[in-house]
């Protein structure tokens, strides 16, 4: 009877560990500066698509590449969202300000397509004195109508973390974030103006 009472209790402090679970994490975010100045041009409107990424970046988790064949995660905390839902929101807001909010969307009903391929999105050299994050993203601007790619360009930004905690990274993060999107609204410009 001892015995079975013993077993009774391990077992409820066991459910009890799995009810309670792990205390959750911060939560933080992708944000757009608000210094894309507005463009007068009027371009065709542009369904920014939900960003592909392989699995280990499709997840809220903040991705550390510790070396060339593995993937970690951050502890502290994590993205509010998955990081392509995240990055979609970024595209969006910082495209609607340059272009203006109706010629930007999430529905497949305009002429152009921007797809997007998320190739990295961690942070690299966490632990020695000159830690960084690495954003990689491939833009394709696609003729939805006649799918066919207009043009294609791989764009890249390596961000220093300072100061050296985990809200540096953060930080660095939405300033590479910044930078490239500032880089891929000139770069659609181009491309229109060259069609």
């Known amino acids: 009877m001892k015995r079975l009472w013993v077993l009774s209790l391990a077992c409820l402090t066991g459910c009890a560990y799995l009810l309670e679970g792990e205390a959750p994490r911060a ?3 992708l944000k757009s ?3 894309v100045a507005a463009q007068s041009r009027t371009l065709p409107a542009l369904t920014v698509d939900l960003p592909f990424s ?5 997840t809220p988790r903040i991705a550390v590449t510790p070396s060339l064949y593995q993937r970690d995660y951050l502890a502290e905390g994590e993205w509010s969202d998955r990081l392509p839902k995240a990055v979609q929101d970024v595209l969006i807001d910082s495209f609607s300000q340059r272009w203006g909010g109706e010629r930007v969307n999430r529905s497949l009903q305009t002429d152009q397509l921007l797809q997007t391929d998320i190739q990295d999105f961690s942070v690299y050299g966490l632990g020695s004195s000159a830690p960084y994050v690495q954003i990689k ?3 394709k601007v696609v003729d939805f109508p006649n799918r066919r790619v207009i043009a294609s360009h791989l764009f890249c930004e390596k961000v220093p973390v300072v100061p050296c905690n985990f809200y540096g990274i ?4 939405n300033k590479g974030m910044n930078c490239l999107v500032g880089k891929a609204v000139v770069w659609r410009e181009k491309v229109i103006s060259h069609q």
């Open 27 to 29: 939560l933080y975010t």
């Open 33 to 35: 500066d608000p210094v």
């Open 170 to 173: 953060v930080v660095a993060f």
């Open 54 to 58: 392989d699995l280990s970046l499709d």
């Open 137 to 139: 993203l491939l833009f």
